[in-house]
C-alpha cells in the first residue's frame, strides 16, 4: 500500500478514510503533529492539533499519545473506537496525555460492549521523586497536589475518572451505562530493575528494549529515552508481520533510541527549531524564560539530529513530527533531507504513511 492523501481537516465534504481489510501494509495516521502544552495561535497553526499517532494494522489500531483534539482527529480519520486495540502513552506531560479525559469519559458510550475484552491503556509508572528544581529559580517553587505529585498512568487515570464522577456516575446509575473502569485495563509500565532506572540520578540507562504488549497484530517494545526533567519516558516500536514503526516520544538524540529504532521501515522523531526558541526566550532576562530555554535545549531534538539519529538506526524513512513552533514553514523541516539518505515526511494531521517491509 502506498502512501495516499487524506482530505483536508475540517472539510465537509471530505470522505472519511476507510479502515483497510486485513492483508493491507501497516501504516500509520498522524492525527496530531504539533507538540507543547499550547494552542496555537498563528493563523496556520489550526493545521496542526496535539501530538497522537495511531498505528493501523489489519482491522485494528493503537494508538499512541493522546495530545489536544486526538479523538475527534480519529472521527476525522474513519478509525472508531471499537477497532481500537491498545493506547500507549509514551510520557505524562499534558501535550501527550490532553484527551485522555475524554477517552474515559466520551468513550465509555463506544467501548460499552468491551467489558469482557477491555482496552489496555500502558503508560509509565509513578515517578517516585519530584524533579530538581531549576538552578534558575530565585525562591523554591510550590509543587501541585504535594500528597501525590508524580502520579503515573494508573494513579493519573484514577484521578481524572475522581474528577468526572458527578457525570460519570449519572450516566451509569441513571443510564445503565458501562463503568470506565471495566473497558480500561490501564496499566505502568514495568522498567526492567536490571537497567538501574532512576528518575533523578539515571533516568536514561543503557539498555535493551523490551516488550511491553503482544497480541496477533502487533509486538510493542519500549525504551527509556532522555527528556528530562520527566522521567520514565518511553520510546515504542511496533513490530508486524508486514513491517516495523519507532515513534521517539519526546527524547534529546538519545542512543537509546538508535538501539530501539535499528532498521525499522519507519521512524516518527520528535523536532524542534531552536532558532524559534532563542528568537522567544534568548532576549529575556527573566528567569523562568531562561529555565523554560535550559528545558528545551536539554530536552528535545534539532531537525538535523532526528536525520542522524534515523540514519545511525538504519531506518528505511523518517518521518517529522511533535513540531515545535505548529506554525514552523516546512522549510525548516526540510533541513532532515541534507542528513538522511532515504525518503523523508513532514506530515500534517490526517496524512497517511505506510510502513510496509523493505
Not at 476525522?76 to 473506537?81: D, H, N, V
Not at 540520578?201 to 523490551?210: A, K, R, S
Not at 517494545?221 to 511496533?238: D, G, K, N, T, Y
Not at 523562568?288 to 539519529?309: C, L, M, Y
Amino acid at each position: 500500500m502506498s502512501d495516499r492523501p487524506v482530505p483536508s481537516p475540517g472539510s465537509p465534504a471530505s470522505a472519511p478514510l476507510a479502515v483497510p481489510l486485513p492483508g493491507d501494509a501497516p501504516y500509520v495516521v498522524t492525527l496530531g503533529t504539533a507538540g507543547g502544552p499550547r494552542w496555537w495561535r498563528e493563523a496556520d497553526s489550526g493545521q496542526r492539533t496535539g501530538i497522537a499517532t495511531a498505528v493501523v494494522v489489519g482491522d485494528a489500531f493503537y494508538l499512541v499519545d493522546l495530545g489536544e483534539g486526538a479523538l475527534r482527529r480519529l472521527a476525522q480519520a474513519g478509525l472508531p473506537l471499537e477497532r481500537l486495540r491498545g493506547v500507549f502513552l509514551t510520557h505524562l506531560h499534558s501535550d501527550h496525555t490532553y484527551d485522555l479525559a475524554g477517552l474515559a469519559t466520551f468513550g465509555l458510550y463506544a467501548l460499552g460492549d468491551r467489558v469482557d475484552d477491555p482496552v489496555p491503556v500502558l503508560g509509565p509508572g509513578d515517578r517516585g521523586v519530584l524533579p530538581p528544581v531549576s538552578p534558575r529559580a530565585t525562591h523554591p517553587p510550590r509543587p501541585v497536589a504535594p500528597h501525590r505529585p508524580t502520579p503515573g498512568t494508573v494513579a493519573m487515570v484514577e484521578s481524572l475518572l475522581a474528577a468526572h464522577a458527578t457525570d460519570l456516575n449519572d450516566r451509569i446509575l441513571d443510564s445503565l451505562k458501562t463503568s470506565p473502569e471495566d473497558v480500561l485495563d490501564v496499566r505502568d509500565i514495568e522498567i526492567p530493575a536490571a537497567c538501574g532506572f532512576h528518575a533523578n540520578e539515571n533516568p536514561t540507562p543503557d539498555m535493551e528494549p523490551f516488550e511491553i504488549f503482544r497480541d496477533d497484530h502487533v509486538v510493542v517494545s519500549a525504551i527509556l529515552v532522555e527528556h528530562p526533567p520527566i522521567a520514565p519516558a518511553f520510546a515504542f516500536r511496533f513490530d508486524t508481520a508486514d513491517g516495523s514503526v519507532t515513534i521517539s516520544g519526546d527524547t534529546a538524540f538519545t542512543p537509546n533510541l538508535i538501539t530501539l529504532a535499528q532498521d525499522t521501515d519507519l521512524l516518527l522523531h520528535e523536532a524542534i527549531d531552536f532558532a524559534w526558541v532563542d528568537d522567544l526566550y534568548g532576549g529575556s532576562a527573566r528567569e523562568a524564560d531562561r529555565a523554560a530555554r535550559d528545558h528545551h535545549e536539554k530536552s528535545h531534538t534539532s531537525v538535523a539530529d532526528a536525520a542522524k539519529a534515523a540514519q545511525a538506526a538504519g531506518a528505511g524513512r523518517l518521518a517529522l513530527h511533535h513540531l515545535v513552533p505548529g506554525f514552523a514553514d516546512q522549510r525548516i523541516w526540510r533541513e532532515a533531507e541534507e542528513h538522511f539518505p532515504g525518503p523523508v515526511h513532514v506530515p500534517d494531521d490526517l496524512d497517511v504513511i505506510a510502513f510496509h517491509r523493505r
